[in-house]
């Protein structure tokens, strides 16, 4: 029986390359079903999943809900802003709460980095990490990797480059970790100052300049400054920051080849990618996002068969 090495989704850095390949698989099965005119499943029947965001998220959580919507799972949502966790209640007392409820699974978004480790080992259910801080984010690196696969036949041996706040990503971990699984080489480009001081020793080379990365890469991951996560300044302004690191059509034409361009969502446009990009033929933006609700029923539902073997 092939099934997933792990219980949990924490992080890619805890997956393997065998455990990515099972996921592709499986999510290859979902996108063919959600392509049809009823595009649910039984799978999840007798699952309840809870659906935990201590951290806003608009594509990620409406992703989640419905994938697991399509794999007709009984889930409940809860958001901080409306809850007891404003009135200080711990994050096991709030979780263990719901739990009682008899939940199966947690898919859980957290501004602390490490929240999904702890958390799993504290409850006893299967939890995915829905993004943890600036730590990982892996099912957006699922997506991510299985988009470049359904577009260049596969992963290995593909250049990648990250572009932008990569100090600030959990997107930007998670991809590095899946795409060396995979077999694919990484550099990041950006300010100096948005490059984390231990980026070198995860394998990654950092290139500073733009032209240069995206002449040297087959696809462009071009990511959002976080804002909301800085407290100082980390480059003199905006407009400073597009002008040496964001991607417009005339740079996209003139590079040596066609390359791919991919963002996470969402998308500041004009500062780290123009409108015309991110609607151009080499934006597979959209593509990411469709895949995304496929990867994710398919972590979900190898998930689900483990709860279930380990019940009987
Ligand atoms: C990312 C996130 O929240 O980490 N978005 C996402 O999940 N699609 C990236 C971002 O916020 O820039």
Not at 146 to 163: C, M, Q
Not at 193 to 205: A, D, H, N
Request: proline residues 4%; aromatic residues 6%; glycine residues 6%.
């Amino acid at each position: 029986m092939i099934e997933l090495s792990v219980n949990h989704l924490l992080g890619i850095k805890y997956i393997t390359e065998e455990d990515i390949q099972l996921i592709f698989e499986t999510a290859d099965h979902f996108k063919e079903v959600i392509q049809r005119p009823i595009k649910k499943v039984p799978s999840l029947r007798d699952i309840t999943i809870a659906n935990l965001f201590f951290e806003n998220s608009t594509r990620t959580r409406l992703s989640f809900e419905l994938a697991e919507k399509r794999l007709s799972a009984d889930i409940i949502n809860f958001s901080a802003g409306s809850s007891s966790v404003k009135k200080g209640e711990s994050l096991v007392d709030t979780v263990n709460n719901i739990l009682s409820m008899k939940v199966d699974m947690v898919v859980m978004r957290h501004p602390n980095p490490g929240a999904g480790v702890f958390l799993s080992k504290h409850i006893n259910a299967s939890i995915i990490n829905a993004g943890d801080g600036a730590h990982e984010h892996p099912t957006q690196a699922l997506l991510d990797c299985y988009s470049i696969r359904e577009r260049l036949g596969d992963v290995a041996g593909k250049n990648v480059v990250i572009v932008g706040d990569i100090l600030h990503s959990r997107v930007a971990l998670s991809n590095i970790f899946a795409l060396q699984k995979l077999g694919a080489t990484v550099k990041v480009c950006g300010p100096k100052t948005l490059m984390p001081r231990y980026i070198e020793s995860l394998g990654v080379q950092f290139e500073p300049n733009l032209i240069k990365a995206l002449n040297w890469c087959d696809v462009a991951n071009m990511l959002r400054v976080q804002n909301e996560r800085m407290d100082i300044s980390y480059f003199p302004s905006t407009r400073e920051y597009t002008q040496q690191f964001g991607l417009n059509k005339k740079i996209l034409d003139s590079l040596d080849k066609e390359i791919i361009v991919m963002h996470p969502g969402p998308i500041n446009r004009g500062v780290e990618i123009t409108s015309d990009v991110a609607d151009s033929k080499q934006a597979i933006i959209l593509d990411q996002v469709q895949n995304g609700v496929a990867v994710r029923m398919a972590v979900l539902y190898l998930l689900a068969s483990k709860i279930k073997r380990n019940d009987s």
